[in-house]
């Protein structure tokens, strides 16, 4: 048998010798790429992605105010109060799932710690807000009441720029952005991945609820803040203020959202891909992963932060449960729900699961938990691509 | 107080002793506290057996009063305190209270009765109780107990009694006798003691003596305080690997991000309870042994519940790890849910077994006997788990599924009952957790929310899929929170241990025990 | 030992197997050549059950099996040698070996052969089979295979990234377990001349069809390095 | 001192010792002499080598992968490399391309870039591609957005943001489609692909990186004989202006290719010269090809 | 429909705090349904509107804000925590909505819009600390101030801190400590406890720990032997509730203060435990169809349900100013035995005090109470700048 091998491997190069000699390649290599089709740049949104977008936003500006502001209260196609709040919260809820979607869907890193920028944006927004409350407190002072009955004599150093309205709007965006930036830039440095990520990032924001919780730390303790009067000087308790406030939120969602299309559709958008399917690959391509997850990275918590600002006025309160570890994962819950990675999934996903719960906690307060977890099953067991998965598939099989 | 022991004293030197009377019983039972404590007092400087036993029954709040009868009542049978004839119960009568103040006069008067008992045990109970206080009208008793007293170690301890009260004599030899003999104490107690002393003494040569008597305790007490402080670290760190072990098998080897493991505890405390119930109905003379079924009770309860959920849903999440976040967390609340629709919203609840309350005492250390035995109890469950996985086939496939599942039934093995009984394991697992956290903590709906983020940060900062990892991570974390926690507080201390875990995740991103190399990627 | 009857194969709307049918008998290498992307691996998966056929019939010592599970196959004794490797990363070489045992009861020992046959094994036995290198990987994913002593030796290129002289060892193993006779070999190989060396029967796969088949004698005549050349 | 700190010691002065000496045969101390400016990220190949390693080392819980290794690579070279399994190829290139700090030992791009000081993102930058021993590919992009990602152009977050192909890019892209045989499967899903088609993926990935130097870990590898002779060739048209370093197990793809081989055994060079050489070389028989 | 009232009830059912608040909705549906039987209010019976705030602060303005403007609710029954609250409480009151709240709270508040008829701090933690100061409370020097990291604990103690100072207590013989929400591990903090009573003179705990930690607490304080005869425990969160889940048997002479216990003797007591008893079985609620309990915020949501009823009827209108103007002065037979009555000007029930030592089957000896109902003072006296606070909620309307 040895014989048999013995020849074979000379046999084989000889083949080789042959191969090149006897048969000059029969399929030269192309000098050129002539006749390949290669594809065009996708539009930013569809034709039908534009129809809806415009309608979106009609609904947003002009018939969400009218029905609400003008049209009389008897009227069935009144938009209730009621109805203006609890869409305007779940916008902001929206913003946050389309941004856990860019840092989770599009680059794989999952944060159970996004509750914790919503609640900065928020709490900045919130100290502002304390301060336009001036004097009309239960203690007359123009410390902010907890202040007061704790005993504090001067706002710490903490609260120095948020009587000035320039200055939140800064530090929505800034407190969110630095303690995202540089939580990110020394955990990407160190390459942490995975579940590691998640899992600091829910330490992190765990660790900032119990400090937000004590009294000391300056920010109300656990029960936040409450009882805002003004904003810019306006009455906050007002329908007109509150449909303004609608209206921010709905153009706010609706940018950020064509931001977010913009941005994963180009070429930077892939690379967040690429870095989530194989991430040493994209090293290896030239590509600094550090750079491309820290901007995105930022990015998605100053776009919880903002959501966090547009939300407390909106509610009406801020306190530390908002950086409950839970907090955090149901906002990857909406993301799943609607479907990763597509945008438009996870604000569906947020709409869908708050509105039920808004919903059944009425309807069926002791048993819209099974119902909310029964959802959650039926949506990982047959709609493995979320909500927008089956619309897909609907569109497809129409 | 200097008083009743005047009057007590009496009572011992004399030695006589006369029958309760009803009045008295009447007196002792109801009143202001002060009007019945000078009663108690009377009736104890004539102490008889009956007077005993009556202390005894008010002090097992087993008394009644209607219509100015005094009643004892035990077990449902009322009895007469002065004749101990058995006599009915009206049914309209009240029980006797006793408030704290009189408890603690109850207890001393005992204490004092028996000090002269024949059972060894009630005598060194009641020097344990003279013990809390100094008076030095207790002398003479001390004295003519020490001085009759036969086993050395209750002797000892009278000795030290006797010490603490000479202490404040006024003959200087017997001060310094007595401030020598209470270097070897190691109650706080006599710290105070010494400090109190200390401050009054005006005789250098006693205040030497004082003074390294001080010392001598201050270092035993030291010593305790540490060890005290250790026992914590590694109690909370025991805590903490039981509540992980079985997530590093769901979460760290078959990869499902088990959002619902905590209400796999919470079933197996659950399953606890109702097997405490079933004990106390049916076998309440072995109540003291619930927890013997109780263990395999859980561990069914959790795993069957685990089995019953990977086949249902997990089963279809494989390879899709971040979805099985999602439906586990579906799951969680739905079974959180269940809960309060059986059991009620409210907590239920779990007594300790007697013979798991209670501490062991060393010195001034006192180790809850609860804690010592759920130590035993994790690192019995983590050896048996460790084997399980790194000797027995189970174990091997079970590894070898998780790495590669398609493969692994290509070998011939049962993926899918394997599957089962691995999430049955890790679920059984913390089904054991949830029968040890039912004798540290609360039982309800919310037990398992409680722990999750623990769980999770242990499994993680060990290392996912690193058994080795997670104990390690467990009792570093249990120490280290309660190190800091010993000078920061409770709040900053866990601040702390958080941010640490944030700061540590940075030098090993893979955790404590990183798989290095190749094998990692792949 | 083998009969696959008429079996089609999809993934999502893309037609990949079509009507495949092939025979692998005891005692005999049966080689199954063909490019890239033709659906090789494939018609192997389906053979195992790890992709799931639309119609057709699996036979396997006359029973079918085209409705079992992998390990069902498996136990009916199929060994496999995937493509890419595929062993357990995170297990030891010893550990490996011994999933290849899991279709035999817990007390079967290691065989010693294998260790003859791949001599790097026996010395990185402890050593995560990660960590080995690629062709220390295929090796150690052949010798799994083997370690339950399947009646059906199913290999995809397994000559893929092994160097010359192991690749002559492993010739001469599978000649000399498909000569024991009690072991039908089923083997995809790129490697044409390994190939033909080896081949008892061939099979040659073309856009998921099975465009020639024959004798191994008659490879060369038959043309088939154009056929696959093509 | 424990005479294993004393060892260790002695082992640094040695090393350091070299260095200072390799110092100065590299330029013969004429740095400034020589007044060619040293440009940041530009590979400086005028001592006529690419890729230089010296007594590279590395171990691996005890086990010595590579051991004290030197090799060099000339600009525009062909290099194959071959040796038995666990020779110590792959880890090689790990080392060149950043994935494995090497224990002890040198390795310069050009006679200026000590790669051991860059991350794996910045050596690619400088142009070393490479292609994995198991095709490594984006599987949830297209095959035309694998390409697209590997195109040589700014690689930088902002640029990326703004990144439009322009029409040279376009061609450059089809052409590799072509090249690689995939031009009707612009639009499939990367993770679909064969086996082998995800192989031709990964070259055609590096050829748009147009890298200075490309490593190549067992490009053929489950390719067909006919599949084999056309990368043979493809690699042919690239020497030159490229240098290969590509590491085979296909013996008659070697030779297909090949002008200089060099045998790793055991963490170290066995063997180098040319394939006939080297094929004759008994220990190469013994340890790799067999007889 | 026009022939029902609608009435909110705004308690958590899950989350955190359903452990506590579920038997609140219970004990609200019990009330409406005893008044539905005998026929209602104005002739109308009460339709309960229940939802579940799932223990989540907006959440719970959010279901306020539909109970008030979609619901149409005349009045809630809710919340349990002080955030809770705070976060209804603007709601509110831009709704002109009404707020029954039932549980003892730091005080520092008055709505015109809410009815407090659970205890200020003077009305449980400071009759509490003046009983452990008196000779059958032990005569306690030293205390320990012990809570759970929140807004109430930190007031309360506050307070107490600046009573203790106006008794004499020196600085160094208090200690303040705090844990987290849901800490359970309290091996430390008694270690803490444990040492500092042993230095000095006779020491007491005050605990303002939230109900989740108070098990955890408990049983380690049980397995460490420190006894009630040793170092005593003032709890102003434990009731019977709490209890339930506690081996109380090493924990016998611990106290609580309430305005009510379970185990209070009178016939009005009796009556309600009984009614308790017989709704809870026929509900089929879970946990105390077994063991029925009641508690002080059950009370307290009784005394509400009643006195808004009376209220309503006094004003023949559920119009909420009418309600509120009816409410002052609005007395009720309270299972404590006593007449609670609702303060004419401060929106917060006269109540009596009770201190109850924990005995060995989970409820409570009453071992001293006060001789009557206590006025309460939502503005401590103890809280600088307090004494210029009116004793009334601003912009009352003047009906
Ligand atoms: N998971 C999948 N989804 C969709 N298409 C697939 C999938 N896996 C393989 N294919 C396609 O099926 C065809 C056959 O693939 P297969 O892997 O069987 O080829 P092969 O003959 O083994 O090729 P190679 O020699 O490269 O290994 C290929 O065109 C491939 O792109
Ligand atoms: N992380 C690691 N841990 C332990 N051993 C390792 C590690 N990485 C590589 N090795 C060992 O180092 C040696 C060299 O591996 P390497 O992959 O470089 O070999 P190779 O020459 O590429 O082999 P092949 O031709 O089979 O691909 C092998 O023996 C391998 O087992
Ligand atoms: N009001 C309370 N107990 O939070
Ligand atoms: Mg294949
Ligand atoms: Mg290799």
């Not at chain 4, 490009?219 to 042919?236: K, N």
Request: aromatic share 8%.
């Amino acid at each position: 048998m040895s014989a048999v091998f013995g020849s074979f491997s000379r046999s084989r190069e000889k083949a080789g010798d042959e191969g090149s000699a006897s048969h000059p390649h029969p399929n030269p290599l192309p000098q050129a790429g002539e006749g390949v089709v290669l594809p065009g740049r996708a539009p930013l949104l569809t034709r039908t992605g534009w129809t809806a977008f415009l309608l979106a936003l009609i609904a947003v500006c002009a018939l969400a105010p009218v029905l609400n502001l003008v049209v009389p209260e008897a009227s069935p196609f009144h938009l209730s109060d009621y109805a203006v709040a609890l869409v305007g919260k779940i916008m902001c809820y929206a913003i946050c799932a389309l941004a856990m979607d860019l840092i989770w869907g599009y680059t794989g890193i999952l944060s159970l710690g996004h509750g914790l920028f919503f609640a900065l944006g928020g709490y900045a927004m919130g100290m502002y807000l304390m301060r336009q409350i001036g004097r009309e407190g239960n203690y007359k002072s123009d410390l902010p009441d907890f202040m007061v009955f704790l005993d504090w004599k001067e706002l710490p150093w903490h609260w120095t720029f948020s009587d000035s309205f320039l200055a939140t709007c800064l530090f929505i965006v800034a407190v969110p952005g630095l303690v995202a930036f540089v939580f990110g830039y020394f955990a990407f440095r160190s390459r942490i991945k995975g579940v590691y990520f998640s899992i600091i990032t829910q330490a992190l924001t765990f660790a900032a609820m119990l400090l937000f919780f004590r009294n000391e730390t300056g920010f109300g303790g656990n029960n936040g803040f409450t009882d805002f009067k003004r904003i810019v000087g306006i009455a906050i308790a007002t329908p007109q203020t509150r449909m303004v406030l609608f209206v921010l939120t709905g153009l706010t969602l609706l940018g950020f959202f064509l931001f977010a299309r913009w941005l994963v559709r180009s070429k930077f958008g892939r690379v967040l891909q690429a870095i989530r399917d194989a991430e040493s690959r994209v090293m290896f391509s030239g590509y600094n992963p550090i750079g491309y997850k820290l901007a995105v990275w930022t990015l998605s918590a100053v776009m919880c932060g903002v959501a966090g600002a547009l939300y407390v006025p909106q509610v009406g309160i801020i306190n530390p449960g908002e950086m409950s570890p839970a907090n955090s994962i149901e906002i990857a819950v909406w993301a799943a729900v609607g479907g990763r990675a597509t945008l438009v999934g996870p604000i569906l996903g947020a709409f869908i699961v708050n509105g039920a719960k808004s919903w059944l906690t009425v309807a069926a307060p002791e048993f819209w938990l099974y119902f909310l977890g029964a959802l959650f099953i039926a949506v990982t067991l047959f709609l493995p691509n979320g909500v927008v998965g089956l619309l897909k598939k609907w569109g497809k099989s129409a | 107080m200097t008083y009743r022991f005047l009057l007590l004293l009496t009572l011992f030197l004399a030695g006589t002793a006369h029958a309760l009377t009803a009045d008295e019983a009447k007196a002792i039972a109801v009143g202001e506290s002060d009007d019945r404590i000078a009663a108690m007092n009377k009736a104890v400087a004539n102490a008889d057996d009956r007077t005993a036993a009556f202390l005894q029954a008010l002090v097992d709040d087993a008394v009644k009063t209607a219509a100015g009868q005094v009643y004892v009542v035990r077990d449902g049978k009322g009895s007469d305190p002065v004749t101990g004839a058995e006599v009915p119960v009206p049914p309209d009568a009240e029980d006797v209270i006793n408030n704290n103040r009189m408890r603690g006069e109850l207890d001393t008067a005992l204490a004092a009765l028996k000090l002269f008992s024949k059972d060894a045990k009630l005598r060194a109970a009641a020097v344990t109780e003279l013990q809390k206080d100094t008076d030095p009208s207790k002398l003479p008793l001390v004295e003519k107990a020490w001085a009759a007293e036969t086993d050395a170690d209750i002797k000892e301890r009278l000795g030290l009694v006797r010490a603490a009260v000479l202490l404040s004599g006024e003959d200087k030899g017997k001060r310094l006798e007595a401030a020598r003999l209470l270097a070897d104490s190691r109650s706080p107690a006599t710290r105070s003691l010494l400090l109190q002393r200390l401050k009054e003494e005006t005789d250098a040569e006693v205040q030497a003596a004082l003074q390294s008597s001080v010392r001598s305790v201050e270092a035993s007490l030291a010593w305790g305080e540490r060890a005290a402080a250790v026992f914590s670290g590694i109690s909370l760190g025991s805590i903490l690997l039981l509540v992980a072990l079985g997530l590093a098998i769901t979460y760290g080897l078959m990869g499902v991000i088990n959002m619902a493991h905590g209400e796999l505890m919470m079933i197996g405390a659950y399953a606890t309870y109702v097997v405490q119930g079933l004990f106390r109905k049916y076998l309440p003379g072995a109540f003291d042994w619930y927890l013997v079924a109780a263990v395999p009770a859980a561990f069914l309860a959790s795993a069957v519940m685990g089995a019953i959920l990977e086949r249902g849903v997990i089963r279809f999440l494989y390879g899709r790890p971040l979805e099985t976040l999602l439906a586990t967390w579906g799951i969680s609340l739905m079974l959180m849910q269940l809960v309060r629709s059986t059991f009620g919203a409210q907590n239920v609840g779990v007594e300790n077994p007697g013979w798991m309350s209670g501490g062991l005492v060393l010195g001034n250390l006192q180790l809850p006997w609860n804690r010592i035995v759920i130590i035993a109890f994790a690192f019995a469950v983590l050896a048996g788990m460790a084997l399980l996985i790194s000797r027995t086939r189970l174990g091997l496939f079970v590894r070898g599924v998780t790495q590669n599942r398609p493969i692994a039934s290509c070998m011939g093995v049962n993926t899918a009952r394997v599957d089962t009984y691995a999430f049955a394991l890790g679920s059984g697992i913390a089904g054991l957790a949830g029968c040890a956290l039912s004798q540290v903590g609360n039982v309800g709906p919310d037990l398992g929310q409680a722990y999750i983020v623990d769980a999770f940060m242990v499994v993680v900062l060990g290392g996912v899929g690193q058994l080795a990892g997670t104990v390690y991570a467990a009792l570093g974390l249990g120490v280290l929170n309660k190190f800091i926690e010993g000078w920061a507080g409770a709040v900053l201390a866990k601040i702390a241990v958080l941010v640490i875990i944030v700061v540590f995740i940075q030098k090993r991103p893979q955790g404590l025990f990183a798989v290095k190399g190749r094998s990692a990627e792949a | 030992m083998l009969t696959i009857h008429n079996i089609h194969q999809y993934y999502g709307g893309s037609h990949i197997l079509r009507d495949v049918s092939l025979e692998a008998k005891l005692g005999q290498v049966t080689v199954i050549l063909g490019r890239n992307g033709v659906g090789k691996t494939t018609l192997l998966k389906s053979l195992m059950g790890l992709v799931p056929i639309k119609s057709g019939t699996i036979l396997f010592d006359g029973k079918p099996i085209q409705g079992k599970t992998p390990y069902e196959r498996a136990r009916a004794g199929i060994g496999f040698v995937p493509q890419g490797r595929e062993i357990f990363a995170r297990l030891t070489v010893e550990e490996n070996l011994r999933m290849g045992l899991a279709t035999k009861p817990g007390s079967t020992a290691i065989p010693a052969e294998l260790y003859e046959l791949f001599p790097v094994l026996q010395q990185m036995l402890h050593r995560r089979g990660g960590d080995l290198s690629g062709g220390q990987q295929q090796q150690l994913a052949i010798a799994r295979a083997l370690a339950a002593r399947p009646k059906l030796l199913v290999l995809d290129e397994p000559t893929e990234g092994i160097q010359p002289s192991i690749i002559k060892e492993i010739g001469r193993v599978i000649r000399m377990l498909a000569d024991r006779g009690d072991m039908a070999i089923l083997l995809v190989e790129q490697y044409y001349d390994f190939a033909q060396e080896l081949a008892d029967t061939y099979a040659v796969m073309e856009r998921g069809e099975v465009v020639a088949q024959g004798r191994g004698k008659d490879m060369e005549a038959n043309g088939v390095r154009q056929l696959v050349a093509i | 001192m424990t005479p294993d700190l004393m060892e260790e010691g002695a082992r640094r002065a040695s090393a350091y010792a070299r260095m200072a000496a390799k110092d100065r045969t590299e330029s013969g101390g004429r740095h400034a002499a020589t007044g060619r400016p040293v440009v940041p990220g530009e590979v400086d190949v005028a001592h006529g080598r690419i890729l230089y390693l010296e007594d590279v080392s590395v171990s691996f819980d005890g086990f010595r992968a590579i051991n004290k290794l030197s090799l060099d690579i000339a600009p525009g070279e062909l290099r194959c490399i071959i040796g038995p399994n666990g020779a110590g190829k792959t880890t090689m290139m790990d080392i060149i391309t950043g994935k494995t700090r090497p224990d002890a030992g040198t390795v310069f791009f050009g006679s200026t870039i000590d790669l051991l000081r860059y991350k794996e993102a910045e050596i690619a930058q400088m142009g070393i591609g490479r292609k994995f021993q198991k095709p490594t590919v984006f599987e949830q992009l297209t095959v035309y957005e694998n390409l697209e990602l590997a195109l040589k152009t700014d690689k930088g977050v902002r640029a990326s943001m703004f990144f439009q192909p322009d029409s040279a890019d376009s061609d450059r892209l089809a052409e590799v489609l072509r090249t690689i045989q995939l031009a009707d499967s612009v639009n499939r899903l990367a993770g679909t692909l064969s086996h082998g088609q995800k192989q031709w993926l990964e070259i055609g990935m590096l050829l748009m990186q147009d890298p200075k130097l490309l490593l190549l870990d067992e490009p053929v590898a489950g390719m067909t004989d006919e599949e084999t002779a056309r990368t043979a060739e493809l690699f042919l048209t690239l020497k030159g202006q490229h240098s290969l370093m590509v590491v085979e197990h296909d013996m008659s793809f070697i030779q297909a290719i090949s002008e200089k081989v060099t045998v790793l055994h055991e963490g170290s060079v066995l063997a180098e010269g040319t394939l006939e050489q080297v094929q004759n070389d008994e220990r190469v028989i013994e340890v790799y090809l067999g007889r | 429909a026009d022939d029902t009232i609608k009435v909110g009830i705004l308690h958590s059912l899950s989350g955190t705090m359903a452990i506590s608040e579920t038997v609140l909705k219970d004990t609200a549906l019990m009330a409406i349904e005893e008044i539905n039987a005998k026929g209602g209010v104005l002739g109308k019976k009460l339709e309960p509107v229940v939802v579940d705030p799932a223990s989540n602060w907006p959440l719970f303005a959010e279901k306020t804000k539909q109970l008030l403007t979609q619901d149409k609710v005349a009045v809630m029954f809710g919340c349990w925590t002080s955030v809770s609250r705070k976060s209804v409480l603007p709601v509110v009151e831009e709704l002109n909505g009404l707020l029954f709240y039932p549980v003892q709270y730091e005080g520092e508040e008055l709505s015109k819009n809410v009815f407090y008829t659970g205890a200020a701090p003077n009305q449980q933690a400071i009759p509490a600390v003046e009983y452990l100061m008196s000779k059958d409370g032990g005569g306690a020097k030293r205390f320990v101030l012990l809570g759970t990291d929140y807004v109430y604990p930190r007031t309360t103690n506050k307070i107490l801190r600046a009573f203790l100072k106006s008794k004499g207590v020196a600085e160094s013989d208090i200690m303040e400590e705090y844990t987290p929400f849901g800490h359970a591990d309290y091996q430390t903090i008694i270690a803490k406890v444990k040492k500092f009573s042993s230095e000095g003179k006779k020491t007491a705990v005050i605990s303002t720990i939230n109900g989740d930690s108070n098990v955890p607490f408990y049983k380690e304080l049980g397995n460490a032997g420190l006894k009630a005869k040793d170092v005593p425990v003032v709890a102003f969160s434990v009731g019977e509730e709490e209890l339930r889940g506690v081996d109380t048997k090493p924990l016998v002479g611990h106290l609580a203060a309430w305005n009510y216990f379970m185990s209070v003797k009178n016939p009005t007591n009796d009556e309600f435990t009984k009614k308790w008893a017989a709704y809870a079985k026929a509900k089929n609620i879970a946990g105390h169809k077994d063991k029925p309990l009641t508690n002080d915020p059950m009370e307290a949501t009784y005394i509400g349900v009643y006195m808004w009823k009376q209220a309503v009827e006094k004003a023949k209108s559920t119009d909420v100013d009418k309600v509120i103007a009816a409410m002052g002065g609005q007395t009720f037979k309270a299972p404590s035995g006593f007449t609670a009555k609702m303060d004419e000007k401060n929106h917060h029930l006269h109540k009596p005090v009770f201190i109850g030592e924990v005995k060995s089957d989970g409820q409570f000896n009453v071992v001293w109470k006060t001789p009557g109902p206590v006025k309460a003072k939502p503005w401590s006296p103890f809280i600088e700048g307090n004494d210029k606070k009116k004793d009334e909620p601003d912009g009352k309307s003047k009906l």
